[in-house]
Nanobody, 115 residues
Framework: QVQLVESGGGLVQAGGSLSLSCAAARRIFSSDVMGWYRQAPGKQRELVATITSAGSTNYADSVKGRFTISRDNAKNTVYLQMNDLKPEDTAVYYC?????????WGRGTQVIVSS
């Protein structure tokens, strides 16, 4: 079991920015893929962005150009910089660490974007 702790959520007006962090309780290995997912009320959890140790990123179309994922393996941390936030970005944001055979979720952090 790997503990992941997210932080940085909150309430922001549309057009504003927030930065999320996710700290892993163990060293992030080069084979681990880190990611952010979100779940809005009444909707399924969806991919926001992922990043490999080599820095290869993947984004949902809805956040491309507005969100940036990054990782600092030395600090066992992955980040999500969210700019130009929209009300539809309102959700609980979850961090995920994907090993080769199993994945782990954080407990989530709430992001609310007011119009």
């Amino acid at each position: 079991q790997v503990q992941l702790v997210e932080s940085g959520g909150g309430l922001v007006q549309a057009g504003g920015s927030l930065s999320l962090s996710c700290a892993a309780a163990r060293r992030i290995f080069s084979s681990d893929v880190m990611g952010w997912y979100r779940q809005a009320p009444g909707k399924q959890r969806e991919l926001v962005a992922t990043i490999t140790s080599a820095g290869s990123t993947n984004y949902a179309d809805s956040v491309k150009g507005r969100f940036t994922i990054s990782r600092d393996n030395a600090k066992n941390t992955v980040y999500l910089q969210m700019n130009d936030l929209k009300p539809e970005d309102t959700a609980v944001y979850y961090c995920r660490l994907q090993e080769q055979l199993v994945g782990y979720w954080g407990r989530g952090t709430q992001v609310i974007v007011s119009s």
